[in-house]
């Protein structure tokens, strides 16, 4: 696609279950990020793909966030047991691996009750 | 440790320049970038400079980096109602993996 997609765009939840949130990274793009913004904060990274592995994933808070990209494209970000305080933007990006920045997707705003 | 702080408001009347300002503690940061924010929005890449260079321009906008302070500054030059939003820098550090480290964020109130 022409940008970075991510689904859903919002996400309500329950505290205690289990959530997805896909990133469709633009083609051909082989570097993946994920970055979480709280209200009134600048994204923080979480975890970053190259290919098909997770290069980085010191930014997860915990094991209850899990990513995968299986075959180096869209890829998931997983959240069990959700917490209120999970809720936030997350935010999705790719970029070419080399050269300089990269291009974000709009969110996923979770909300979890 | 990384960190980078902002001031968290900034005012300007439309037609004036608007400066923000950042440092950041990385000194082996390679790049640093400004990113804006509209409301309900992703971020957008506005520009970036390269740590060896002292000043970028790019249309209206104007980066200069000081190294030697870390300190980093936008300038966008005759400032729109458009330009509202908020503005994060970030720096990227010589870890590799292009893994960024952001500001708190400048929101930019352009007035009439």
């Known amino acids: 696609g022409a940008g970075v997609s991510q689904t859903p765009s919002n996400k309500v939840t329950e505290k205690g ?6 990133c469709d990274p633009i083609s051909g793009h082989t570097a993946l990020y994920w970055y979480r913004q709280s209200l009134g904060q600048g994204p923080e990274f979480l975890i970053y793909f190259q290919g098909t592995g997770a290069a980085d994933d010191s930014g997860l808070p915990n094991d209850r966030f899990f990513a995968v ?3 180096g494209s869209v890829s998931t970000l997983k959240i069990q047991r959700t917490e209120r305080g999970d809720s936030a933007v997350y935010l999705c990006a790719s970029s070419l691996g080399t050269g300089v920045g990269y291009t974000f997707g709009s969110g996923t705003r979770l909300t979890v009750v | ?11 300007v009347r439309e037609g004036d320049s608007s400066v923000i300002n950042c440092t950041y503690t990385d000194s082996s940061s390679t790049y640093l970038y400004w990113y804006k924010q509209e409301p309900g929005a992703g971020l957008q890449l506005l520009t970036y400079i390269f740590s060896n260079m002292d000043m970028k321009q790019d249309q209206r906008l104007t980066v200069l980096l000081n190294k030697k302070d870390k ?3 936008l300038r966008i030059a005759d400032t729109q109602t458009g330009d509202s939003a908020i503005y994060f820098c ?9 893994k960024l480290t952001f500001g708190t964020g400048t929101q930019l109130k352009v007035e009439l």
């Open chain 1, 69 to 71: 990209r299986p075959e």
């Open chain 2, 90 to 98: 970030a720096e990227e550090g010589s870890g590799g993996g292009n």
């Open chain 2, 71 to 73: 300190h980093l500054s």
């Open chain 2, 1 to 11: 440790g990384e960190d980078v702080e902002q001031s968290l408001f900034l005012s």
């Open chain 1, 17 to 22: 279950k289990y959530v997805e949130l896909r």
